[in-house]
């Protein structure tokens, strides 16, 4: 595999259901990210980790939980989600966490909550 | 505070006719501005980026934008359309340091005609 990979590509959850959502770059870098893109509204930066390290979270809600093992992998845990989190959730990486550096993203997850 | 819009959610021009997306930005000081695209079901791909270099910026899939000081602008511009380009097209801007100051505009959905 080359890139960056998401699985899965879709998911339907209930709301008192526990899921992880599941991200893996083949890049080398060691900066990757969580957006959620919403219908209609500017893509939403989640969380950053750079070398592993949680270095932004966006006043995300606690249903949402970021794991970061390792630069190559990153998760991102879901529980008691409501039916407003259902969106497209994109994962990126970069070389390290500088703007000038260029973001490549996974296809996302569509995740809807029922 | 940094912001971008993107004027426009939804463009639409023939196979072969001028492509131009608009993009404005705030910001108090020189910006670091980017172009991504995102194709149907696929994660956003880097089109070209603007990091204080030339003002004119050559992208991918012959792609290109300028920035314009005066105008607060870095609108994006390809000679001539092809079906292909139907995509959603995002402008984003950062003031530097982290890529957690990256924000986005809304999206422009570009749809070619034959």
């Known amino acids: 595999e080359t890139g960056v990979t998401q699985t899965p590509r879709h998911l339907v959850m209930g709301m008192t259901n526990k899921k992880s959502l599941k991200c893996e770059q083949h890049?080398?870098?060691?900066?990757m990210y969580w957006y959620k893109q919403s219908a209609k509204k500017p893509l939403e930066l989640m969380f950053v980790?750079?070398?592993?390290?949680?270095?932004e979270n966006n006043s995300v809600p606690s249903r949402f939980s970021p794991e970061c093992p390792n630069s190559s992998h990153l998760f991102l845990h879901l529980h008691t989600l409501q039916p407003e989190d259902s969106a497209l959730y994109l994962c990126?990486?970069?070389?390290?966490?500088?703007?000038?550096?260029?973001?490549?993203f996974g296809p996302g997850t569509r995740l809807t909550v029922t | 505070a940094q912001s971008v819009t993107q004027l426009g959610s939804h463009v639409s021009v023939s196979e072969g006719a001028l492509v131009l997306l608009r993009c404005n930005y705030s910001?108090?000081?020189?910006?670091?501005l980017f172009w991504y695209v995102q194709y149907p079901n696929q994660g956003l791909q880097l089109l070209l980026k603007?990091?204080?270099?030339?003002?004119l910026v050559k992208g991918i899939n012959g792609f290109e934008a300028e920035f314009k000081k005066s105008e607060t602008s870095f609108h994006l511009t390809k000679p001539s359309a092809h079906m292909s380009d139907a995509a959603e097209y995002f402008c984003?801007?950062?003031?530097?340091?982290?890529?957690?100051?990256?924000?986005f505009g809304k999206g422009t959905k570009l749809s070619v005609k034959p």
């Open positions: 990126a990486s970069s070389q390290d966490e500088r703007v000038s550096n260029e973001q490549y």
């Open positions: 890049l080398g870098h060691n900066a």
């Open positions: 980790y750079n070398f592993k390290e949680q270095t």
């Open positions: 910001s108090s000081v020189p910006p670091y």
């Open positions: 603007y990091t204080s270099a030339a003002t």
């Open positions: 984003a801007v950062s003031l530097g340091g982290s890529q957690g100051n990256l924000i």
